[in-house]
């Protein structure tokens, strides 16, 4: 039997204490007999992943200051210290990697942890070849990639890691002013990746957004070079006088949605239904006094979904939010310059689910940190899809409202263990039974 607090929540809040990972490496380093003592780094959280009373992730980034050199930690947490004990043992099965300053992967039992000092996290060993100076050398030699290097170049700043499955680099060319952004994929992603992104250059005349450009696909590596787009993230500009910029948004979609349809994957609603249960189950593990609510609320959407009038089938982004956007500002008389990126998940599909999902981010981001307005921008998004030629199902666009409102109490809310995040996940489930009620 479960107890109600999952232990795990203080765990990861210890972790993310300042100076947490600091002290723990500078412990390990110690009982794993290496002279002198570990350089002191500033550690940043960058990202957590927490699955109640199964595991957490918790990747860190360190930079001293006035040094362009970062060190990645990446640390496992478990219910118990058995499960990490063994965890490390396991770890330590594997060659030990090249060019770590103290010990690759140690034990921290206040937390119940296993850490990894990147490039020796768990099973994702490409990484290494953007890492490490040498290596990265190599690679791009081997790709045919003539950037003039000094000695001591800037590496590629990590920005995502999830063992196992992809990386995310960026890297600001040295010598120019262009940045390039490097993914790393599971077998056969970066296949699909590079597919997507020339299928909307060979379009991009029909289109009122600009897309990453694919400068390079290492097939080696699975790695794909992208380039970096201009503008702001929207989401950090989603406030009451963003309504011209989202309407562009709206606008830009709306192109997208109006390709003719020749796609090969497809998207529906019966499986984002599939993907909602799969991922509610850890909502109701993590708020059991909600679980209840959860449920009755997944029976409803399922119910409405069965009787949901099918679209006609349009190219969708598939993972669209405020994230995934950057916009410029209007210069003289042009409207804001808008860019769309992460394009791993085109596909043929309802444009409901791309507008619902940015109407459910638009409201959650207001909630999160308090702005006022997101009524505003959810009347200019739609406006400017309308303008650029867009049409929706309102039935249909309110179930993908409902269903991206309640899959971001999981993404936004819970996975993050975010400030606050109980609060705003009760809120996002509130709203999205409000939405559903209406069905």
């Keep these: 039997m479960k107890p109600e607090v999952d232990p795990l ?100 039992p206040e937390w119940c942890a296993v850490v990894w000092e990147l490039p020796g996290g768990p099973k994702l060993r490409i990484v290494r070849s953007f890492m490490q100076r040498k290596a990265f050398r190599r690679t791009l030699d081997r790709m045919g990639v003539d ?52 299928w909307l250059r060979e379009r991009a005349t029909h289109l009122s957004f600009d897309s990453p450009e694919a400068r390079q696909h290492f097939v080696r590596r699975r790695a794909v070079f992208m380039q970096g787009l201009e503008g702001e993230v929207l989401s950090s500009q989603l406030n009451a006088s963003a309504q011209a910029k989202v309407f562009e948004v709206g606008r830009a979609l709306a192109s997208l949605h109006g390709l003719e ?38 029976a409803r959407l399922a119910h409405t979904q069965s009787s949901l009038k099918l679209g006609p089938g349009v190219p969708i982004h598939g993972n669209f939010f405020g994230d995934q956007v950057l916009v410029q500002e209007a210069r003289g ?13 085109l596909t043929l599909g309802d444009g409901e689910f791309d507008v619902g999902r940015m109407i459910a981010h638009i409201r959650y981001v207001h909630w999160q940190e308090n702005r006022t307005g997101s009524k505003l921008l959810e009347e200019a998004l739609l406006a400017g899809y309308r303008a650029g030629g867009g049409r929706l199902d309102a039935r249909r666009l309110d179930w993908y409202v409902a269903v991206c409102l309640l899959m971001r109490a999981k993404i936004s809310g819970l996975r993050k263990l975010a400030p606050g995040w109980h609060e705003l996940a009760k809120r996002t489930l509130d709203e999205s039974a409000r939405v559903a009620s209406q069905l």
Aim: glycine fraction near 6%; hydrophobic fraction near 40%.
């Design 261 to 298: 349809p020749k796609l090969e994957r497809t998207w529906s609603s019966l499986e984002e239904l599939g993907a909602l249960q799969r991922a509610m189950g850890d909502v109701e593990v993590g708020m059991p006094v909600e679980a209840s609510q959860v449920t009755e609320l997944v």
């Design 147 to 198: 950037v003039p290097l000094d000695k001591k170049f800037q590496l590629p700043q990590l920005l995502r890691y999830v063992p196992r499955k992809r990386a995310v680099f960026r890297w600001p060319v040295p010598g120019s002013s262009e940045v390039l952004f490097i993914k790393l994929y599971e077998p056969g992603g970066d296949q699909i990746a590079v597919h997507n992104l020339n």
């Design 9 to 108: 929540i203080e765990r990861v809040a210890l972790a993310r204490k300042p100076g947490a990972l600091m002290a723990a490496w500078q412990a390990a380093w110690e009982s794993n007999g290496f002279p002198g003592s570990p350089k002191k780094h500033p550690f940043a959280v960058v990202e957590t992943h927490y699955r109640p009373f199964v595991r957490a992730r918790v990747f860190f980034e360190g930079v001293r200051p006035g040094k362009p050199r970062r060190r990645y930690f990446f640390a496992q947490l478990f219910p118990d210290l058995a499960q990490a004990e063994a965890r490390l043992a396991q770890a330590r099965l594997h060659k030990e990697p090249r060019r770590t300053t103290g010990p690759s992967s140690f034990l921290v």
């Design 333 to 345: 008389a042009a409207p804001p310059r808008v860019g769309i990126v992460d394009w791993d998940d």
